[in-house]
């Protein structure tokens, strides 16, 4: 084959009417031996003369082609200590710095993390804790004061956690509408089954239905910088951005043309453990109703039962002063959303990220450790290659 | 259509069906009744002449191929998981997609299977559509029909080479002796002709036939798909019963050959017709991995339900650990939440759904597309094409592709099968004198030789002497002989281009005389008084009378066109031509037409068409001018005045008849025309006897011989020739040939003995010619017994053989002939590598154990420094005691440490009567066990039923892989009985092809077929099954493993389409390429190195310990897929599908890169596929990532991959986990590969080396192991005794033999 690559379509097509052909014949070959038989003559041999001029036939004799001989020039590579070696010091020799600079990045990345849950008798929320129930109108609020020892120079992140919440669970993942949340007029007026037991109340479409819209997370927190002085500077806190973009624009979004979301949502109910129905999430008709941004952020399901998600984003004002300077703060949180029903924990994360994301050093450990591991192995290997290698000569092939 | 009433219309189905039922039937013609409704034909009840073979109709299709489909449990299984996907507590998934999946494979079988319906569907309405012609007696002729409209009862005329629509009883033909030839290609494969005989008598046919005048009932026996057997009588209206047989059927689908036109009684229509019936569909095996693959699959079944169980239980306990009612509980439609026991037993339901991909789906239809694959490439092999016949290897059984790499023993059937079955007159005793045809033989060596060696041969042999021999007419000069022979080497080079299917090859036409013997007939013909008792003309009229040879004139011989159209692509034209010119200069009697114009310069076969529309008168046919039809319509049998000895061919049934036949030719008795009542018979003084054939007593495998009875045109007696084999003649000799040498009282039998005896040696077949001149009386009542059971029903068989025993006393021996059958080419090289492969060859042979032992030494099954342990035992006593004996020995000999080095081996040759005992049940186990310590068996005389018996005792007392190879009929039920037949499409019809699985040309195949089809076709599988299980293993463990992270709720964090993509698409071609087109060792290496086969034998590659070990290493990989990623996304703010996307891209990379770790040779075919499989992810994925904005909820994977390929994590994530997956399969590899290498790994590093030094390698490598000493190759070998004219035979072998040597060494 001159040119392997030029030739191996029509090559390849060839094969597949082949092998097409060969199923459907063999296959019914004796089937319909007697039916075929009988014009297939021509082919089995004897007689056949193709018009006047020509005396050729057909002979069943096989192409000699390389593809259809089997001899098609392939390369064949063993595995052997000698010809892998390489690879694994390679390996080694790329994976030990990128380790290196992933474990760097994540440790230079800054994360503070305070868990308000309130189990404790000490901890500020431990009343909030004890007397919560979803539908409980008196808000109970409880302040957590807590020290920065470094300053956060860029975009610092807020995030809240949950532990020991499924939100992976099958039948509570499954339980939502898209089109609804697409702004589907139908869909918002008779939501999907899926969404059931919380697609009605009282005989009305509940707006967003289904148990991740009931169960939304809705916990308010504010953050204070307790200036030396003794002034609580609130700190603002953008309520934008923290959803992906294409949710936001694409996925999401409100029924109908209606700007007004009162008119837009006529008819349908709030889901059973919010306070406020969805078009009084926010007073920004950019960020209420279906295309909240706290909204989007709680419908995309966690995938792990212990998960943090965006809450704020607190941008960095000027080049010159650190978002967030060392001190003490104070974290103020309306704590309606209950967990102990599951043995939730709640924690507020304040981090600042990289490009690999938040602080997770396993990626460099692991980098690290996959590197050195294959060092050795290359090492081993290359002793392995001096004890055995000679004996895979080809000249002593009978040991 | 008149109204009847449902009552009547069951009451005629219900005879019907008794009519159909009964043993006999009952016909009569339907003419009186033409034009009457159906129900009142007298045949009405039997079936008409249309076929119909489709399975499905048009309305019913979709239940019909849905019910159909349905028979196979694992289409059941994925149905009954579908279905379950709609019961709402357990759907894991949506349910609609949960049936997109099986939808798949339902509706690609039900398209396949419609299509292929179709093309039936098709070809039966050409079939039925197809112009015959069907007598009426509204218009007294013949008129043009379809054959859908025959019906049992009609008479229908069929016209030369046209195919006879039904099974035709038949009346009346043009021929004046009242035979038909027929041609059965289309039944059975069998190209010569066949003669059927009309019955005579029951119709006016003279001078015309008269249809309306018969009125006899025609009583036959119930449909059967037994093509050699028919049981019919005629019985007129005066009650007097005229019997019919399979001589007097014309089967449908055969063709009319040599006959103008002919008439027939439809007997059986349509379906009922034997060819129908004899129409079973492709054969069905299951192949030894199939039923390994069987117990894994239920260990997945297994697997699966302890990880579905695992589940459950983990659901309930999670359930059980909740201190409340957690917000993302979520209940049923009525607010109602199910207990954790409840939710358990859910949760195993929709683990089960969430995880059945653990049985691969896609695994079935995945090994079928491999075994096409496979099969396409073992049918194109051009090293499995036979130039001589055109033939491929058929692979007629579908799905043992991968048995042909796991055989532990072989059988074979000797001749036809090690030998060509071309039957070589050699010598002959007549009346206890040995003629030695030395000349004969000289020819034959001359002609045997390579012709590599042409130079050697030159020198070292004397040109043959010129000998006067008057008989054959051609007589060229000494200088033409011999480019005759240069020439047919030519030929021979040529790849056989020119060898003619038929049994006149040029070995056996061609019969130099010996010089004595022709003294002593000349003698015996000058001597008149003694002319007509001579012993010697009646030996030769025994050879030319007693026989079915069928004569046809040369011109008229079926040339096959592609022979000359390939000779023309490898040399020019002209080369061929001149070739053929020379090569007809002195084989006239092949090419006589080329006599007038040998140099005519145009192409060959439009030359021989030509010539013979010149040469014969074209005979008639209406409508068609096609020069096919020309030609074989000028094959009929020659009139007395065109016949010269000279253009006569034979077409013999066995090719040992013909050879006798060209054999009494060569000395003068030259077989003119042979018809049922007369046989035409030259002397060498040119006179012409015609003997009135009274009867033929045909060959039968109890009987062992054939007779023919004639009447002496002079001497007016009643003759009887008999031949058959020395021990089935020998002890019904009686009176000697007492009219003849009583003087010398010689004791001719002795004498013929002992001649037999070393022809047998030599490794000739002997057949032993008698006479027996009947009185007039005997013949009388004999003939009226014979008479009676050739009308007999019942029985029929017994009875004719009976009275053929009858006639058959009291002979008195002529003499005897050995034939000589050669070696086909290359068979002990196919033996030794065989041997070396690990594989056992076995010979069965219905030979004499002289005979057999001596091919034996030929073909290397025995060898000279064996202990050949020789059994033949009278009663089971004796046999008892030699077995323990001999067991007991051979124990002894292989414990003796002196024996260990020694390469000597056992050998063991036993007779059928022994074989019989030895194989009674308490016996059985003491045989067996001899027999494994055999190296070889030779089993001698033993019959059909035996070599099956012989094949099932040892495959299932050893159970071992077995393999049977023969081509004859009486292979058929050795190689139903093994676990792969292979046929050999020979000389002798083709019945043991189509009781094949798979079919070849030449035994040498095997060796090709079995090393490396075989070894490529068993590894390919069963790596590719191995991968299979892997894959999906590895796969579905991600969800398994995320279970434990979400409560053991049964969710899935892939999007389900991906996920059905994933197998469907991503990862279904690179496995099944590799099932298809993998190669671990080239093609060279396997021949070299038969040893190398040895890995497929026994358990091979897909055993229990690397099936679980593969799935050890998919839970390790999956681990790695699954918990790496967990790690590096803990505690973030990913979600579950986003979390997914990496999960499966991951996996998938692992998957590929798993498959290329395992793949050895990376052709062109490779790179695309692989390289295709990952674009195909990325750019499905990412599209319906691009698209699917509110679909598929809750999955919604709309722009997740888009981001996630935008983030830089991503890649690290998937780099190392690739690499970690498959760090351990990798060194595993290496380390093995290193530390202690397979064969297959050396092998593999000999490949890459240069070709010469790889040969010189391989050599090594071979006589490393001791086993392929060579040794030169003789025919006759020291253990043997030889004739007293040795000298003549070995001078000549010894050089082939030299050349043989040398050629291997160079």
């Given at each position: 084959?001159t040119?392997?690559?030029?030739?191996?379509?029509?090559?390849?097509v060839?094969?597949?009417?082949?092998?097409?052909?060969?199923?459907?014949t063999?296959?019914?070959?004796?089937?319909?031996?007697?039916?075929?038989s009988?014009?297939?003559?021509d082919e089995?041999?004897?007689i056949t003369?193709?018009?006047?001029g020509?005396?050729?036939l057909?002979?069943?004799?096989?192409?000699?082609?390389?593809?259809?001989?089997?001899?098609?020039?392939?390369?064949?590579?063993?595995?052997?200590?000698?010809?892998v070696?390489?690879?694994f010091?390679?390996?080694?020799?790329?994976?030990?710095?990128?380790g290196?600079?992933l474990?760097?990045?994540?440790n230079?990345?800054?994360?503070f993390e305070?868990?308000?849950?309130?189990?404790?008798?000490?901890?500020?929320c431990?009343?909030?804790?004890?007397n919560?129930s979803?539908?409980?109108?008196?808000?109970c609020?409880c302040?957590?004061?807590f020290y920065?020892?470094q300053p956060?120079?860029?975009?610092?992140?807020?995030?809240?956690?949950?532990?020991?919440?499924?939100?992976?669970?099958?039948?509570?993942?499954?339980?939502?509408?898209d089109s609804?949340?697409?702004?589907?007029?139908?869909?918002?007026?008779?939501?999907?089954?899926?969404?059931?037991?919380?697609?009605?109340h009282?005989?009305?479409?509940?707006?967003?239905?289904?148990?991740?819209a009931?169960?939304?997370?809705?916990?308010t927190?504010?953050?204070?910088?307790?200036?030396?002085?003794?002034?609580?500077?609130?700190i603002?806190?953008?309520?934008?951005?923290?959803?992906?973009?294409?949710?936001?624009?694409?996925?999401f979004?409100?029924p109908?043309?209606?700007?007004?979301?009162?008119?837009?949502?006529?008819?349908t109910?709030?889901?059973?453990?919010w306070?406020?129905p969805v078009?009084?999430?926010?007073a920004?008709?950019?960020?209420?109703?279906?295309?909240?941004?706290?909204f989007?952020?709680?419908?995309?399901?966690?995938?792990?039962?212990?998960f943090?998600?965006l809450?704020?984003?607190?941008n960095?004002?000027?080049?010159?002063v650190?978002?967030?300077?060392r001190?003490?703060?104070?974290?103020?949180?309306?704590?309606?959303?209950?967990?102990r029903?599951?043995e939730?924990r709640?924690?507020?994360?304040?981090?600042?990220?990289?490009?690999?994301?938040?602080?997770?050093?396993?990626?460099?450990?692991?980098?690290?450790?996959?590197?050195?591991?294959?060092?050795?192995?290359?090492?081993?290997?290359?002793?392995?290659?001096?004890?055995?290698g000679?004996?895979?000569n080809?000249?002593?092939?009978?040991? | 259509?008149?109204?009847?009433?449902?009552?009547?219309?069951?009451?005629?189905?219900?005879?019907?069906?008794?009519?159909r039922?009964?043993d006999?039937?009952n016909?009569?013609?339907?003419?009186?009744?033409?034009?009457?409704?159906?129900?009142k034909?007298?045949?009405?009840?039997?079936?008409?002449n249309?076929?119909?073979?489709?399975k499905?109709?048009?309305?019913?299709?979709?239940?019909?191929?849905l019910?159909?489909q349905?028979?196979?449990l694992?289409?059941?299984?994925?149905?009954?998981?579908?279905i379950?996907n709609?019961?709402?507590?357990?759907?894991?998934?949506?349910?609609?997609?949960?049936?997109?999946?099986?939808?798949?494979i339902?509706?690609?079988?039900?398209?396949?299977?419609?299509?292929?319906d179709?093309r039936?569907?098709?070809?039966?309405?050409?079939?039925?559509?197809?112009?015959?012609?069907?007598?009426?007696?509204?218009?007294?002729?013949?008129?043009?029909?379809?054959?859908?409209d025959v019906?049992?009862?009609?008479?229908?005329k069929?016209?030369?080479?046209?195919?006879?629509?039904?099974d035709?009883?038949?009346?009346?033909?043009?021929?004046?002796?009242?035979?038909?030839?027929?041609?059965?290609?289309?039944?059975?494969?069998?190209?010569?002709?066949?003669?059927?005989?009309?019955?005579?008598?029951v119709?006016?046919?003279?001078p015309?036939?008269?249809?309306?005048?018969?009125?006899?009932a025609?009583?036959c026996?119930k449909?059967?798909?037994?093509?050699?057997?028919?049981?019919?009588?005629v019985?007129?209206?005066?009650?007097?019963?005229?019997?019919?047989?399979?001589e007097?059927l014309?089967?449908r689908?055969?063709?009319?050959?040599?006959?103008?036109?002919?008439?027939?009684f439809?007997?059986?229509?349509?379906?009922e017709t034997k060819?129908?019936?004899?129409?079973?569909?492709?054969?069905?095996?299951?192949?030894?991995?199939?039923?390994?693959?069987?117990?894994?699959?239920?260990?997945?079944?297994?697997?699966?339900?302890?990880m579905?169980?695992?589940?459950?239980?983990?659901?309930?306990?999670w359930?059980?650990a909740?201190?409340?009612?957690?917000?993302?509980?979520?209940?049923?439609?009525?607010?109602h939440?199910?207990?954790?026991?409840?939710?358990?037993?859910?949760?195993?339901?929709?683990?089960?759904?969430?995880?059945?991909?653990?049985?691969?789906?896609?695994l079935?239809?995945?090994?079928?597309?491999?075994?096409?694959?496979?099969?396409?490439?073992?049918?194109?092999?051009?090293?499995?094409?036979?130039?001589?016949?055109?033939?491929?290897?058929?692979?007629?059984?579908?799905?043992?592709?991968?048995d042909?790499?796991?055989?532990?023993?072989?059988?074979?059937?000797?001749?036809?099968?090690?030998?060509?079955?071309?039957m070589?007159?050699?010598?002959?005793?007549?009346?206890?004198t040995?003629?030695?045809?030395?000349?004969?033989?000289?020819?034959?060596?001359?002609?045997?030789?390579?012709?590599?060696?042409?130079?050697?041969?030159?020198?070292q042999?004397?040109r043959?002497?010129?000998i006067?021999?008057?008989?054959?007419?051609?007589?060229?000069?000494?200088?033409?002989?011999w480019?005759h022979?240069?020439?047919?080497?030519?030929?021979?080079?040529t790849?056989?281009a020119?060898?003619?299917?038929?049994?006149s090859?040029?070995?056996?036409?061609?019969?130099i005389?010996?010089?004595?013997?022709l003294?002593?007939?000349?003698?015996?013909?000058s001597?008149s008084?003694s002319?007509n008792?001579?012993?010697?003309?009646?030996?030769?009229?025994?050879?030319?009378?007693?026989n079915?040879?069928?004569?046809?004139?040369?011109?008229?011989?079926?040339?096959?066109?592609?022979g000359?159209?390939?000779?023309?692509?490898?040399?020019?034209?002209?080369?061929?031509?001149s070739?053929?010119?020379?090569?007809?200069?002195?084989?006239?009697?092949?090419f006589?037409?080329?006599?007038?114009k040998?140099?005519?310069?145009?192409?060959?076969?439009?030359?021989?068409?030509?010539?013979?529309?010149?040469?014969k008168?074209?005979?008639?046919?209406?409508?068609?001018?096609?020069t096919?039809k020309?030609?074989?319509?000028?094959?009929?049998?020659p009139?007395?005045?065109?016949?010269?000895?000279?253009n006569?061919?034979?077409e013999?049934e066995?090719?040992?008849e013909?050879?006798?036949?060209?054999a009494?030719?060569?000395?003068?008795?030259t077989?003119l025309?042979?018809?049922?009542?007369?046989?035409?018979?030259?002397?060498?003084?040119?006179?012409d006897?015609?003997?009135?054939?009274?009867?033929?007593l045909?060959?039968d495998?109890?009987r062992?011989?054939?007779s023919?009875?004639?009447?002496?045109?002079?001497?007016?007696?009643?003759v009887?020739?008999?031949?058959?084999?020395?021990?089935?003649?020998?002890e019904?000799?009686?009176?000697?040939?007492?009219?003849?040498?009583?003087g010398?009282?010689?004791n001719?039998?002795?004498?013929?003995?002992?001649?037999?005896?070393?022809?047998?040696?030599?490794?000739?077949?002997?057949l032993?010619f008698?006479?027996?001149?009947?009185?007039?009386?005997?013949?009388?009542?004999?003939?009226v017994?014979?008479?009676?059971?050739?009308?007999?029903?019942?029985?029929?068989?017994?009875?004719?053989m009976?009275?053929a025993?009858?006639?058959?006393t009291?002979?008195s021996l002529?003499?005897?002939?050995?034939?000589?059958?050669?070696?086909?080419?290359?068979?002990?090289?196919?033996?030794?590598?065989?041997?070396?492969?690990?594989?056992?060859?076995w010979?069965?042979?219905?030979?004499?154990?002289?005979t057999?032992?001596?091919?034996?030494?030929?073909?290397?099954?025995l060898?000279?420094?064996?202990?050949?342990?020789?059994?033949?035992?009278?009663n089971?006593?004796?046999?008892?005691?030699?077995?323990?004996?001999?067991l007991?020995?051979?124990?002894?000999y292989?414990?003796?440490?002196?024996?260990?080095?020694?390469?000597q081996?056992?050998?063991?040759?036993?007779?059928?009567?022994?074989?019989?005992?030895?194989?009674?049940?308490d016996?059985?186990?003491?045989?067996?066990?001899?027999?494994?310590?055999?190296?070889?068996?030779l089993?001698?005389?033993v019959?059909?039923?035996?070599?099956?018996?012989v094949v099932?005792?040892?495959?299932?007392?050893?159970?071992?892989?077995?393999?049977?190879?023969g081509?004859?009929?009486?292979?058929?039920?050795m190689?139903?009985a093994?676990n792969?037949?292979?046929?050999?499409?020979?000389?002798?019809?083709?019945?043991?092809v189509?009781?094949?699985?798979f079919?070849?040309?030449?035994?040498?195949?095997?060796?090709?077929?079995l090393?490396?089809?075989?070894?490529?076709?068993?590894?390919?599988?069963?790596?590719?099954?191995?991968?299979?299980?892997?894959k999906?293993?590895?796969?579905?463990?991600?969800l398994?493993?995320?279970?434990?992270?979400?409560?053991?709720s049964?969710?899935?964090?892939?999007?389900?389409?991906?996920m059905?993509?994933?197998?469907?698409?991503?990862?279904s071609?690179?496995?099944?390429?590799?099932g298809?087109?993998?190669?671990?060792?080239s093609?060279?290496?396997?021949?070299?190195?038969?040893e190398?086969?040895?890995?497929?034998?026994?358990?091979?590659?897909y055993?229990?310990?690397t099936?679980?070990?593969?799935?050890?290493?998919a839970?390790?990989?999956?681990?790695?897929c699954?918990?790496?990623?967990y790690l590096?996304?803990?505690d973030?703010?990913?979600?579950?599908f986003?979390?997914?996307?990496?999960?499966n891209?991951?996996?998938?990379?692992t998957?590929?890169?798993?498959?290329?770790?395992?793949?050895?040779?990376?052709t062109?075919?490779?790179?695309?596929?692989?390289?295709?499989?990952v674009?195909l992810?990325?750019?499905?994925?990412?599209a319906?990532?691009a698209?699917?904005v509110?679909?598929?909820?809750?999955s919604?994977p709309?722009w997740?991959?888009?981001?996630?390929?935008?983030?830089?994590m991503?890649?690290?994530l998937?780099?190392?986990?690739?690499?970690?997956?498959?760090?351990?399969?990798?060194?595993?590899?290496?380390?093995?590969?290193?530390?202690?290498?397979?064969?297959?790994?050396?092998?593999?590093?000999?490949?890459r080396?240069?070709?010469?030094?790889?040969?010189?390698?391989?050599?090594?490598?071979r006589?490393?192991?001791?086993?392929?000493?060579?040794?030169?190759?003789r025919?006759?070998?020291?253990?043997?005794?030889?004739?007293?004219?040795p000298?003549?035979?070995?001078?000549?072998?010894?050089?082939?033999?030299d050349?043989?040597?040398?050629?291997?060494?160079?």
């Amino acid at each position: 084959v001159t040119s392997p690559r030029g030739a191996f379509i029509s090559l390849f097509v060839n094969f597949l009417v082949e092998l097409t052909a060969l199923a459907t014949t063999c296959r019914f070959r004796a089937a319909i031996m007697m039916a075929s038989s009988y014009n297939a003559k021509d082919e089995d041999g004897h007689i056949t003369v193709s018009g006047p001029g020509g005396g050729t036939l057909r002979s069943k004799k096989p192409e000699n082609t390389a593809f259809k001989q089997q001899r098609l020039p392939a390369w064949q590579p063993i595995l052997t200590a000698g010809t892998v070696l390489p690879a694994f010091f390679i390996i080694g020799l790329l994976f030990i710095p990128i380790g290196i600079g992933l474990f760097v990045t994540s440790n230079n990345i800054k994360e503070f993390e305070v868990d308000y849950t309130g189990i404790d008798m000490s901890s500020p929320c431990f009343n909030c804790s004890q007397n919560f129930s979803w539908n409980s109108t008196r808000p109970c609020t409880c302040t957590i004061p807590f020290y920065l020892d470094q300053p956060y120079e860029s975009n610092v992140y807020v995030y809240y956690g949950l532990s020991n919440f499924y939100q992976n669970h099958r039948r509570y993942v499954k339980s939502r509408d898209d089109s609804q949340l697409n702004g589907d007029v139908n869909s918002l007026m008779s939501p999907s089954k899926e969404c059931e037991p919380y697609a009605f109340h009282e005989n009305k479409p509940i707006a967003p239905c289904g148990a991740i819209a009931n169960s939304m997370f809705n916990d308010t927190l504010e953050l204070f910088y307790n200036d030396p002085n003794g002034t609580r500077i609130p700190i603002p806190l953008n309520t934008t951005g923290i959803a992906w973009w294409t949710d936001k624009h694409v996925k999401f979004g409100n029924p109908g043309g209606n700007p007004n979301l009162t008119a837009a949502f006529q008819g349908t109910t709030k889901p059973l453990n919010w306070r406020r129905p969805v078009y009084e999430l926010d007073a920004d008709p950019g960020n209420n109703g279906f295309i909240n941004e706290d909204f989007i952020v709680w419908m995309r399901t966690a995938a792990l039962p212990t998960f943090r998600k965006l809450y704020r984003i607190i941008n960095k004002k000027s080049s010159m002063v650190p978002t967030l300077p060392r001190g003490n703060y104070t974290l103020e949180v309306v704590y309606n959303y209950p967990v102990r029903s599951f043995e939730g924990r709640k924690r507020v994360i304040l981090s600042t990220i990289s490009w690999m994301g938040g602080k997770n050093p396993f990626l460099g450990i692991a980098y690290i450790t996959v590197g050195s591991v294959c060092f050795f192995l290359g090492v081993v290997l290359l002793i392995v290659h001096h004890k055995c290698g000679n004996r895979n000569n080809s000249a002593d092939i009978s040991n | 259509m008149t109204w009847r009433s449902p009552l009547a219309l069951v009451r005629d189905a219900l005879r019907g069906q008794r009519a159909r039922e009964k043993d006999l039937r009952n016909l009569a013609s339907n003419l009186p009744y033409e034009g009457l409704e159906k129900a009142k034909q007298p045949n009405c009840y039997f079936p008409g002449n249309a076929i119909k073979t489709t399975k499905y109709t048009l309305l019913l299709f979709i239940p019909m191929n849905l019910f159909e489909q349905f028979h196979r449990l694992a289409n059941i299984y994925f149905v009954g998981l579908a279905i379950l996907n709609f019961v709402p507590v357990v759907s894991a998934f949506q349910p609609g997609v949960a049936l997109i999946p099986i939808c798949v494979i339902l509706s690609l079988t039900a398209l396949k299977d419609a299509l292929e319906d179709f093309r039936r569907y098709q070809s039966d309405r050409k079939l039925n559509n197809t112009p015959c012609f069907i007598y009426s007696r509204k218009e007294q002729q013949f008129i043009k029909r379809h054959w859908k409209d025959v019906r049992v009862g009609d008479f229908v005329k069929v016209v030369c080479n046209e195919i006879v629509p039904a099974d035709l009883l038949l009346l009346h033909t043009s021929d004046p002796n009242g035979v038909c030839h027929i041609e059965t290609s289309n039944l059975d494969g069998e190209t010569n002709l066949k003669q059927r005989k009309m019955m005579s008598g029951v119709c006016i046919s003279d001078p015309e036939f008269e249809p309306e005048s018969f009125n006899s009932a025609v009583v036959c026996e119930k449909p059967n798909n037994n093509l050699n057997h028919f049981k019919c009588y005629v019985e007129k209206p005066n009650k007097e019963k005229v019997g019919a047989g399979i001589e007097s059927l014309l089967l449908r689908g055969c063709t009319v050959r040599n006959t103008d036109h002919a008439v027939g009684f439809v007997v059986y229509a349509g379906h009922e017709t034997k060819a129908m019936l004899n129409n079973k569909g492709p054969r069905y095996k299951r192949s030894k991995l199939e039923r390994k693959l069987n117990t894994d699959v239920i260990f997945c079944v297994i697997l699966l339900f302890t990880m579905c169980l695992i589940g459950a239980l983990g659901h309930f306990l999670w359930l059980q650990a909740l201190p409340g009612v957690p917000p993302y509980l979520v209940p049923d439609g009525n607010g109602h939440l199910d207990s954790p026991s409840l939710s358990g037993f859910y949760m195993f339901f929709t683990m089960i759904i969430l995880l059945q991909i653990l049985i691969p789906i896609s695994l079935y239809v995945s090994i079928e597309l491999v075994r096409i694959g496979q099969i396409f490439f073992i049918t194109n092999d051009i090293d499995l094409h036979d130039e001589g016949t055109d033939s491929r290897v058929q692979c007629k059984a579908l799905n043992i592709t991968e048995d042909l790499g796991q055989i532990e023993y072989i059988f074979s059937d000797k001749t036809g099968t090690l030998t060509e079955n071309k039957m070589v007159f050699r010598r002959c005793s007549i009346m206890g004198t040995e003629y030695a045809h030395k000349e004969n033989a000289i020819r034959l060596a001359v002609l045997d030789v390579p012709v590599s060696e042409e130079e050697v041969i030159l020198n070292q042999q004397p040109r043959p002497p010129r000998i006067g021999w008057s008989l054959d007419t051609e007589d060229s000069n000494p200088e033409d002989k011999w480019h005759h022979h240069d020439n047919r080497r030519k030929s021979k080079v040529t790849g056989n281009a020119q060898s003619d299917a038929a049994f006149s090859s040029l070995l056996e036409a061609e019969v130099i005389p010996d010089r004595k013997l022709l003294q002593q007939i000349s003698r015996a013909e000058s001597s008149s008084s003694s002319r007509n008792i001579d012993p010697y003309l009646d030996f030769f009229l025994g050879l030319a009378i007693c026989n079915t040879v069928v004569v046809s004139m040369a011109t008229a011989r079926r040339q096959r066109v592609s022979g000359f159209s390939r000779s023309d692509q490898t040399s020019s034209p002209l080369d061929t031509l001149s070739s053929l010119v020379k090569k007809s200069g002195s084989l006239q009697h092949i090419f006589p037409s080329w006599q007038h114009k040998p140099k005519k310069n145009r192409t060959i076969s439009e030359d021989s068409v030509e010539e013979e529309d010149h040469v014969k008168p074209p005979v008639k046919i209406e409508g068609s001018g096609d020069t096919n039809k020309l030609r074989t319509c000028s094959l009929h049998t020659p009139s007395q005045s065109a016949m010269t000895p000279d253009n006569l061919s034979y077409e013999a049934e066995s090719p040992d008849e013909a050879a006798l036949v060209y054999a009494a030719k060569a000395y003068g008795f030259t077989l003119l025309a042979r018809t049922p009542e007369c046989v035409t018979v030259r002397l060498p003084s040119g006179e012409d006897l015609v003997f009135e054939v009274l009867d033929t007593l045909t060959f039968d495998y109890n009987r062992k011989r054939m007779s023919v009875l004639v009447r002496h045109p002079i001497t007016k007696e009643y003759v009887l020739y008999t031949k058959g084999a020395d021990h089935a003649i020998m002890e019904l000799l009686g009176t000697p040939y007492t009219e003849y040498l009583s003087g010398k009282q010689k004791n001719i039998a002795a004498n013929t003995q002992h001649h037999l005896d070393c022809y047998a040696k030599e490794g000739l077949r002997t057949l032993c010619f008698t006479k027996k001149v009947v009185s007039d009386k005997a013949y009388e009542s004999w003939s009226v017994n014979r008479q009676r059971a050739l009308a007999a029903i019942d029985n029929r068989e017994e009875l004719v053989m009976d009275t053929a025993v009858q006639l058959e006393t009291d002979l008195s021996l002529l003499g005897a002939t050995g034939i000589e059958d050669r070696l086909q080419e290359s068979v002990p090289e196919t033996i030794m590598a065989l041997r070396e492969a690990g594989i056992q060859v076995w010979v069965l042979t219905g030979d004499k154990t002289e005979t057999a032992v001596n091919i034996g030494y030929a073909c290397r099954l025995l060898e000279e420094e064996d202990l050949v342990i020789n059994m033949s035992c009278g009663n089971k006593f004796a046999c008892t005691s030699m077995l323990d004996c001999t067991l007991e020995e051979v124990r002894r000999y292989s414990e003796d440490p002196r024996n260990v080095d020694t390469t000597q081996n056992i050998s063991l040759v036993i007779d059928g009567r022994t074989l019989t005992m030895a194989l009674s049940s308490d016996l059985q186990k003491r045989f067996v066990d001899l027999a494994k310590r055999c190296r070889t068996v030779l089993c001698c005389r033993v019959t059909p039923l035996q070599k099956s018996r012989v094949v099932t005792v040892v495959r299932e007392q050893l159970n071992v892989m077995t393999l049977a190879v023969g081509d004859g009929a009486n292979d058929v039920s050795m190689i139903q009985a093994a676990n792969v037949g292979i046929g050999i499409s020979g000389q002798e019809g083709m019945q043991a092809v189509m009781a094949s699985d798979f079919a070849i040309s030449r035994f040498k195949h095997l060796k090709k077929l079995l090393l490396v089809h075989g070894h490529w076709c068993y590894t390919r599988l069963a790596n590719m099954l191995i991968y299979f299980f892997y894959k999906n293993v590895a796969y579905v463990n991600l969800l398994f493993w995320h279970q434990f992270l979400c409560g053991f709720s049964g969710s899935a964090m892939i999007d389900y389409w991906l996920m059905i993509f994933f197998n469907l698409f991503f990862t279904s071609v690179p496995p099944i390429m590799f099932g298809i087109m993998d190669k671990d060792v080239s093609a060279e290496m396997l021949l070299g190195v038969p040893e190398l086969y040895r890995t497929g034998q026994g358990a091979g590659e897909y055993t229990f310990t690397t099936f679980w070990i593969s799935m050890l290493d998919a839970f390790y990989q999956s681990l790695v897929c699954f918990f790496i990623p967990y790690l590096a996304y803990r505690d973030s703010d990913i979600d579950v599908f986003t979390f997914g996307t990496p999960l499966n891209t991951i996996s998938f990379f692992t998957i590929l890169l798993h498959l290329s770790i395992e793949i050895k040779a990376w052709t062109v075919v490779h790179w695309v596929i692989m390289l295709g499989s990952v674009a195909l992810y990325f750019i499905v994925t990412l599209a319906y990532s691009a698209i699917c904005v509110t679909c598929n909820p809750p999955s919604n994977p709309y722009w997740i991959l888009q981001r996630q390929m935008a983030d830089p994590m991503f890649y690290l994530l998937c780099i190392i986990t690739t690499v970690v997956a498959l760090l351990p399969r990798y060194m595993f590899h290496v380390l093995r590969n290193s530390i202690a290498p397979s064969p297959l790994v050396k092998a593999r590093h000999l490949d890459r080396l240069d070709p010469s030094t790889r040969d010189q390698c391989m050599k090594e490598w071979r006589s490393f192991r001791g086993i392929a000493h060579v040794r030169p190759f003789r025919l006759s070998t020291p253990p043997s005794p030889t004739l007293e004219t040795p000298v003549d035979i070995h001078p000549h072998s010894s050089a082939t033999s030299d050349i043989m040597w040398d050629e291997r060494h160079h």
